[in-house]
């Protein structure tokens, strides 16, 4: 078990530029959350996957971001035309619904985007 | 909807408890967490209270749950500088195992 990795660890890119950020998830994990942190505060749900399908888009999510996994193992974070408004820290999260009841979340180290 | 309260800021000495209050709004949580974040790192899981205990006791950490006030609490014994970081407060909308909703963050420093 290595944990939930994230890929890249920082991106710099410039406004209006597309980036991808990736997730991998702790291997047996069937649900895979993105949440997004901004300075101050907490993380914020973005959208959640069980297995390879979408369960849940927030409001937060514009038609700008898209979230993929293909094959219910990592999944990638997109976004087009990216503004300012977009640095923050995107966090990846993973969890089981076997075997722990507690259904605790697993977070990896983030990726922190920063638009000029 | 649901919404976590946590105050902002605890400074506490080396060696002494310290406690981190979170309040929430949603009735039918039925996990509540406590996650720890260091600068530019991811959360760390700490503990986690299910909604029909009281009070839950893992080493160092004890968690308080008060159902009818809505309110939880962290209690860390014997504060260690390497204690200092941002402390979360999350609970779980509904039957659990589904996208958390996070308090802003206590911010602990420990005054060696």
């Known amino acids: 078990d290595t944990g939930v990795s994230q890929d890249p660890r920082h991106k710099i890119t410039k406004r209006g530029q597309n980036v991808t950020f990736r997730c991998d998830p702790i291997?047996?994990?069937?649900?895979l959350y993105w949440y997004r942190q901004t300075l101050g505060q907490g993380p914020e749900f973005l959208t959640y996957?069980?297995?390879?399908?979408?369960?849940?888009k927030s409001r937060l999510l514009s038609d700008r971001f898209s979230a993929e996994r293909p094959k219910g193992s990592f999944s990638t974070l997109e976004i087009q035309r990216t503004e300012q408004g977009d640095s923050a820290m995107y966090l990846c999260?993973?969890?089981?619904?076997?075997?722990?009841?507690?259904?605790?979340?697993?977070f990896g180290p983030g990726t922190r985007l920063t638009v000029t | 909807g649901e919404d976590v309260e946590q105050s902002l800021f605890l400074s506490v000495r080396e060696g002494d408890s310290s406690v981190i209050n979170c309040t929430y709004t949603d009735s039918s949580s039925t996990y509540l967490y406590w996650y720890k974040q260091e600068p530019g790192a991811g959360l760390q899981l700490l503990t986690y209270i299910f909604s029909n205990m009281d009070m839950k006791q893992d080493q160092r950490l004890t968690v308080l749950l008060n159902k009818k006030d809505k309110h939880l609490s962290l209690r860390i014994a014997d504060t260690q500088t390497g204690d200092s970081a941002i402390y979360f407060c999350a609970e779980s909308p509904n039957s659990g195992n589904t996208p958390l909703v996070f308090g802003k963050g206590t911010r602990l420093s420990v005054i060696a």
């Open positions: 291997s047996e994990h069937n649900r």
């Open positions: 999260a993973s969890s089981s619904e076997d075997g722990t009841p507690s259904y605790e979340q697993y």
């Open positions: 996957f069980q297995n390879e399908a979408q369960l849940e």
